[in-house]
């Protein structure tokens, strides 16, 4: 519901309150070509009033990504803009764990992409993580091909980070 990955195309999240249909409305707007400002202002148009209860991410190839978290977000939330990520969240213990994530994904360089975003889950959560349990984790890249190179989920598990951790070992 949260996370819209579109080979080619690039990346929406829409969490909070979402609205899952932002993500395929945003994803198709990036697809012809809009560039991550006009995506953000468009979804923010089309959600009308409901806009101040959603976080935000667009990301493509080519261009910064943007993050948006409306007024009505959840306590404690957070969001980061790195080089190449984006990062929102609410009910995170501290509004920095935003920030963590996209700093430990910056850092791992070099690595494959799925590192990356392990690294990123694994800093927030060394930055205090969410606000309650956590229970699910998950992690999708897609390339050229409609199918992902790696869609791996952990649904239910008292450490759901590590558990993908342990997933992505053996996908590997």
């Keep these: 519901r949260c996370v819209w990955v579109r080979e080619g195309v690039g990346v929406i999240g829409t969490q909070n309150q979402t609205n899952p249909g932002l993500g395929k409305f945003g994803l198709d707007l990036l697809a012809k070509g809009a560039?991550?400002?006009a995506v953000m202002d468009a979804m923010i148009a089309e959600d009308g009033g409901n806009i101040a209860y959603r976080q935000l991410a667009v990301l493509n190839a080519s261009d910064p990504p943007l993050a948006y978290s409306g007024t009505e977000v959840f306590e404690n939330w957070g969001e980061a803009i790195g080089k190449d990520s984006v990062a929102i969240g609410n009910l995170l213990k501290t509004p920095d764990v935003a920030q963590a994530m996209v700093d430990a994904f910056e850092a791992a360089e070099g690595e494959h992409l799925v590192e990356r975003l392990l690294r990123g889950l694994e800093g927030g959560l060394k930055a205090g993580g969410e606000h309650g349990d956590v229970h699910s984790a998950g992690v999708q890249v897609k390339?050229?091909?409609v199918w992902p190179i790696c869609d791996l989920r952990v649904?239910?598990?008292e450490a759901p980070i590590a558990r993908l951790?342990?997933?992505?070992?053996?996908y590997q």
Aim: no cysteine; aromatic share 20%.
């Design 35 to 37: 560039a991550p400002q």
């Design 165 to 170: 951790r342990s997933i992505w070992a053996d």
């Design 155 to 157: 649904d239910w598990d």
């Design 143 to 145: 390339d050229e091909y």
